[in-house]
Structures are given as structure tokens and as C-alpha cells.
């Protein structure tokens, strides 16, 4: 079988969502999720949901930090140049009125 380089990568890529599609069915939730939500008693379903809000939580603070982080650099970055600018203006200005 000589395929192409990418007809050998698009068909890589087909068997695997195929088996991910065939084995999603057995991975419904971590253990402690899925037996507090079977539960029916008001104490085992406000831990399972304790537990999905921690899980979203701990998701989203990789996203909020980078962020927070590449926004002070964009502004800081962006302060610097207009204060170049402004100066490079000023001596300009300077030059030509001397």
C-alpha cells in the first residue's frame, strides 16, 4: 500500500474518532460524580454538583490567568509605545522650531 503521506493521516485520524466514538459510551463521569447524582437524597446531589463546579473552576483558571496576564502585557506594551511616540514627537517638534 504506498498512500500518500496525508491519505495515511486522514485515515489515522478516522480510526481514532471512530474509536473514541465506540468507547464514549463507557466514560460517563468520574466515579464520585456519577454515584452522587444517582443518589437521590439532597446531600449526595450538592456534592456532585460541589464537585462539577470545582471541575469547571479548575478548568477555567488556566484561561483566566493567561489572559490576565497576556492583557496587562498587551496594554503595558501598547502605554510604552504611545509614550515613544509621543516623545518622538515632542523632539520633532523641538528640532524643527530650533
Do not use: H
Not at 454538583?49 to 496576564?69: D, E, W
Request: include cysteine.
Amino acid at each position: 500500500m504506498n498512500l500518500p503521506r496525508t491519505k495515511k493521516l486522514i485515515a489515522l485520524l478516522l480510526l481514532s474518532g471512530f474509536v473514541i466514538v465506540i468507547t464514549t459510551g463507557e466514560a460517563w463521569a468520574c466515579p464520585t460524580c456519577k454515584d452522587g447524582m444517582s443518589g437521590s437524597d439532597p446531600v449526595s446531589v450538592a456534592r456532585a454538583t460541589g464537585y462539577f463546579y470545582s471541575i469547571l473552576f479548575m478548568m477555567a483558571m488556566p484561561f483566566v490567568i493567561i489572559g490576565t496576564f497576556g492583557g496587562a502585557a498587551y496594554l503595558s506594551i501598547k502605554r510604552a509605545r504611545e509614550q515613544q511616540a509621543q516623545a518622538q514627537d515632542r523632539s520633532s517638534a523641538s528640532v524643527t522650531r530650533g
